[in-house]
């Protein structure tokens, strides 16, 4: 039924301002976020994918020729044997952090304002991952046979090295996209059913049913339905935390100087989690703007997000000065060396960028004016990601450019296959992203309805409308399932 | 459909709001009914107790998987490391459960996720892409904002004109039958 709209200031109790602006009913959210994916396919959307899709075309099309060719039409060499590729998987690895996080991790800690983003956070993850995976995938040499790496009995009767962490990557990173998939797609289900009981066409109707399993939104189906989504966020919390530190020991349990660090794991995670953020908050600006979203996506949530940029950023920021530390204190010649020629040698453009991007601009967002400015936020973002390439840049390229032996020392250069691929990569994501957005609806509707004021039942106990008071003492010490 | 009298399956009553629902639920499971459900756009909160539900055995189930898997991902790695295929490699040992690890992990948190989804879908008895209440007008209202109450004819106190009485009494509304 219509219930009221809110029309407070702040919720009594919590005294928080309602996480959603402009005095939403529940009917009023499922117009606004469904009829986004039901509408006339815009112009702009055509034109959009025009030209992402042709984007990836062109990656298309360089693949084939790499496949052709071989690893030779990129710039890697001895040392730099791993160049561009690497560094574009582990920033999409990276960047894909962020969408598991609000699920799951804000799940957990109930943090409700994640409802208004987590939807398309997490189809950023997928398409991220999907991106990622790519790389790896066409680094292999041999893509043909990159199914050694799943335990399967084959002719010659070799299994994978389970001793090698270029293995738990590939386990870790497929979990992690599936893992993924199967949670946005629980928490697609109710709106799905929606979008079915909405729907005008037969084909429509048809398709979006499938889709919904016959979803019938009765508290028996909720009362598993919750239980699954609690699972769901704990098994990705410690999955979150987990895929990244798993990509640095690739690095970490090397002897390359630069690389061979206890403190890679969780300084990965933090730089993942930065740049995931930074990437939802790109892409927030620009689609609450396309699609009148400011009321779901207030400037409360981007504030909150700018939060947590700036407390990862941080984090980021003490493992550079740390691994300064260790490789004086280590007194280790070749370690000591690695890291004054990171800063001072040939990469040095490449370090400073990473220093300015990730450890300087966040250090804005201490002042509220500059954190609730959407302009700067959207600088920020963009720039904290172009840090963060960089910095996997660094880490990769200049520690391999000059490891133990001068006389083995060479200097890196991409060729335009190596850019074309990466620029590719873009192509893909958003291919896939614009897809997303024309039929899925991008906010989660029910997760969305269930946070505001109206939809708790103590909402209306001495507010003069629900006129019962019973449940509402009772549902007070009962907690939720 | 023509000619046959048609048979009531399911009695539903639309209600105002959450709160009026949850106090209708804990009105009905007082009053003995068993076979009730109360759809609604979102978990309601409290709706469990009202309705008198025990807690979902979801977790059991996937906590009992997660530790089956975790010892299958173990027993997998030692197998093809030390049995089937025994490789030197930087002269560690074969069985280096340490660094078996990982995908030990990976392999529970897949196979458990998996059965949290399916598992959940299972008990749900989903899909199931039609259902008597379907057929309602009101079921159509349900994900949008509707709070509603069904009872089914099978349950033991159900008695379609006393059923209907009832429902009015505790504040539904739009009654109908299907």
Not at chain 1, 69 to 74: L, R, V
Not at chain 1, 260 to 264: A, L, N, Q
Not at chain 2, 154 to 158: G, R, S, T
């Given at each position: 039924m219509n219930s009221e709209a809110s029309t407070l200031e702040v919720i009594p109790v919590?005294?928080?301002?309602?996480?959603?602006?402009?005095?939403?009913?529940f009917a009023s959210i499922t117009q606004k976020i469904a009829e986004i994916a039901e509408q006339k396919t815009p112009k702009a959307w055509w034109i959009a994918i025009a030209i992402s899709s042709s984007i990836l075309f062109m990656m298309i099309i360089l693949i084939g020729w790499l496949v052709w060719?071989?690893?030779?039409?990129?710039?890697?060499n001895i040392p730099v044997g791993w160049g561009w590729a690497i560094v574009n998987f582990v920033w999409w690895v990276g960047i894909g952090h962020a969408g598991t996080l609000i699920s799951a991790i804000l799940f957990l800690f109930r943090q409700k304002w994640r409802t208004s983003i987590n939807r398309f956070a997490e189809a950023m993850t997928l398409f991220a991952v999907i991106c990622a995976l790519v790389f790896p995938g066409i680094h292999v040499g041999r893509i043909w046979v990159a199914y050694w790496m799943v335990p399967v009995p084959n002719q010659m009767s070799v299994w994978p090295n389970f001793r090698s962490p270029l293995l738990w990557d590939f386990f870790a990173v497929a979990t992690y996209f599936t893992v993924s998939l199967l949670f946005w797609y629980t928490g697609l289900i109710p709106d799905l059913a929606l979008m079915r009981d909405r729907a005008k066409s037969k084909v429509r109707k048809i398709v979006l049913g499938i889709f919904s399993l016959g979803w019938r939104g009765g508290n028996r189906q909720w009362k598993n339905y919750e239980m699954a989504y609690l699972l769901l966020a704990g098994l990705s919390t410690p999955l979150v935390l987990s895929v990244h530190s798993v990509v640095s020991t690739d690095f970490a349990t090397s002897v390359i100087p630069g690389w061979?660090?206890?403190?890679?794991p969780p300084y990965f995670v933090a730089g993942a989690i930065f740049s995931g953020f930074a990437l939802v908050m790109t892409l927030a600006i620009i689609a609450r703007k396309i699609y009148g979203l400011e009321d779901f996506i207030t400037i409360h949530h981007l504030e909150k997000m700018n939060k947590i940029m700036l407390a990862t950023g941080m984090m980021v920021g003490y493992s550079y000065g740390c691994e300064y530390f260790i490789s004086w204190y280590s007194g280790n010649q070749y370690e000591e060396f690695t890291f004054i020629n990171r800063a001072f040698g040939p990469y040095a453009w490449a370090y400073w960028t990473m220093i300015s991007c990730n450890v300087l601009v966040p250090q804005i967002f201490w002042f509220k004016k500059l954190r609730t400015s959407i302009p700067v936020m959207f600088i920020a973002s963009l720039l904290i990601n172009v840090g963060m390439w960089f910095e996997r840049f660094v880490i990769i390229v200049s520690s391999l450019s000059a490891d133990f032996l001068p006389s083995s020392w060479d200097y890196y250069t991409p060729t335009l296959v190596d850019v074309g691929i990466f620029i590719g990569s873009f192509g893909l994501f958003f291919t896939f992203f614009l897809i997303f957005l024309r039929f899925v609806p991008m906010i989660a509707i029910s997760e969305v309805k269930g946070v505001l004021p109206q939809a708790d039942p103590h909402y209306y106990h001495g507010n003069g409308k629900g006129g019962q008071t019973a449940a509402a003492g009772q549902i007070a010490g009962g907690g939720q399932s | 459909m023509n000619g046959e009298p048609k048979k009531t399956t399911l009695i539903l009553a639309d209600f105002e709001n959450p709160a009026k629902l949850l106090s209708a639920a804990e009105k009905m499971r007082d009053a003995g009914y068993k076979k009730f459900d109360c759809h609604s756009p979102f978990p309601i909160h409290g709706m469990d107790e009202a309705m008198g539900l025990k807690r979902s055995p979801l977790g059991w189930i996937v906590g009992v998987v997660a530790f089956f898997a975790l010892g299958a991902g173990f027993t997998l790695e030692w197998w093809t490391s030390v049995i089937a295929y025994p490789l030197v490699i930087a002269g560690?040992?074969?069985?280096s459960y340490q660094a078996y690890g990982p995908v030990a992990f990976a392999i529970m948190v897949l196979t458990s996720a998996f059965v949290a989804l399916f598992g959940m879908l299972a008990l749900n008895k989903l899909p199931m892409l039609y259902h008597k209440i379907f057929d309602s007008k009101l079921s159509a209202k349900i994900s949008n904002d509707g709070f509603v109450l069904s009872v089914t004819a099978?349950?033991?106190?159900?008695d379609a004109e006393g059923t209907k009485e009832f429902l009015k009494e505790i504040g539904g509304q739009d009654l109908e039958e299907v």
């Open positions: 919590t005294e928080e301002k309602p996480l959603i602006a402009g005095n939403p009913t060719e071989g690893i030779g039409t990129w710039g890697v061979h660090s206890t403190i890679f | 560690k040992p074969f069985f099978d349950d033991p106190q159900f």
